[in-house]
């Protein structure tokens, strides 16, 4: 199901071709990497929060981390990373699978600035065996994202 819902987000920005379907799990970013056979920096992981206890996607370069003092100075809060089983009832999609297409509408996407090193990125697309190819502008855009932020190291 969830799949579909992020592939129904993706066709009403008619890039639904560029959505694979992987013989063998990508759940992580060096298995994503290796599959796909892009850079592990190219990879756009999803991570899910809870700040002020409301779910919050933070989508960034796969090579990164989340900086914590940054994520305070900018969340005002520590970062504190959804459970599996709430990733799956707060935002939509289960671990792995986790991107910022198909997602309930409360769930807040922010973009950090190190996807903007790549021209061409590939966020998983609702399950653990999918991804799909954009450029950061369509990111951009099909992501419904706040705002760019910097919040890694």
């Known amino acids: 199901m969830s799949f579909e819902n992020a592939k129904l987000h993706i066709e009403k920005y008619n890039l639904e071709n560029n959505i694979v379907i992987h013989k ?3 759940a992580t970013v060096e298995l994503a990497a290796e599959q796909i056979g892009c850079s592990e920096a190219q990879i756009a992981k999803s991570l899910t929060f809870k700040v002020n206890d ?59 600035n190190s ?15 999918s991804s799909i190819k954009l450029t950061i502008d369509e990111l951009e855009t099909v992501s419904n994202s706040i705002s760019w932020i910097d919040i890694s190291k």
């Not at 996807?115 to 065996?129: M, N, Q, R, T």
């Open 24 to 26: 063998e799990l990508i």
């Open 54 to 112: 409301e779910p919050v996607m933070v989508v960034l370069a796969g090579d990164k981390k989340i900086d914590n003092k940054k994520f305070k100075d900018f969340f005002n809060t520590k970062a504190k990373m959804l459970k599996a089983e709430e990733a799956v009832e707060l935002v939509g999609h289960e671990v792995g699978g986790v991107c910022p297409f198909g997602i309930k509408e409360e769930v807040k996407v922010y973009l950090d």
């Open 115 to 129: 996807l903007k090193e790549h021209k061409i990125v590939y966020p998983a697309c609702g399950s653990k065996d």
